[in-house]
């Protein structure tokens, strides 16, 4: 299946190669397997297999075997790894960050991003986003919601706008800007959200 390019980074050719680099770059002391990198982005295996060939011949990533296995991780010592990695986390970044720093927060049952980093991650022609609009979903401590916010700015280097709502509030959608946010895409980080985030 043709992913087109990613309009957030449209020196790269497909949305497949933004994930799998946002998720190698940002993770620079990680080794995935071929197949851990399937699952966790949702790529068939031979697309992961095909687009971490073509950057570990660029020097971007590196490979080593492990039995029958092929452990992949940042090159981090190409010359190169850190100016993409501060591309990559800017551009592609957003929702690897924010997963990771939302990922505990007990009484959080949804996290999503939504608004114009969401849309442009879908593949919507637009501006680039100035922030990241984040949505909420159950019954979180608000501090914790907020510390976690900051963390993911710091990391960033870009706002990000939490909201917080019932889990009753976004099942009824009877307020705008729930009906706002399920009308259009949207990337699901943590829970289930109950229909398709392409809106």
């Known amino acids: ?3 087109d390019g990613p309009p957030m980074l449209p020196i790269l050719r497909s949305r497949h190669q933004a994930d799998i680099l946002a998720q190698l770059l940002l993770h620079p002391g990680q080794e995935y397997t071929i197949t851990e990198l399937s699952s966790r982005l949702s ?3 031979s697309t992961v297999s095909d687009e971490v060939q073509r950057f570990v011949g660029a020097g971007i990533l590196a490979v080593r075997a492990v039995g029958r296995s092929r452990l992949v991780r940042a090159n981090t010592d190409s010359r190169l790894v850190g100016p993409l990695t501060e591309l990559i986390t800017m551009t592609y970044g957003p929702h690897v960050v924010i997963a990771e720093e939302f990922s505990r927060i007990a009484g959080a049952e949804l996290v999503l991003i939504f608004g114009s980093w969401a849309a442009r991650y879908h593949g919507q022609p637009g501006r680039p986003p100035n922030d990241v609009d ?3 979903v159950g019954s979180p401590d608000r501090t914790a919601i907020h510390t976690a916010a900051a ?10 706008n939490p909201v917080v709502c019932t889990a009753q509030r976004w099942a009824t959608a009877t307020d705008p800007l729930i009906q706002e946010i399920q009308a259009n895409p949207y990337l699901v980080l943590k829970g289930d959200a109950g229909r398709n985030p392409d809106g």
């Open 1 to 3: 299946m043709r992913s």
């Open 151 to 160: 963390r993911a700015e710091s990391r960033l280097g870009r706002p990000v």
């Open 134 to 136: 984040l949505l909420v």
């Open 43 to 45: 790529i068939p295996q």
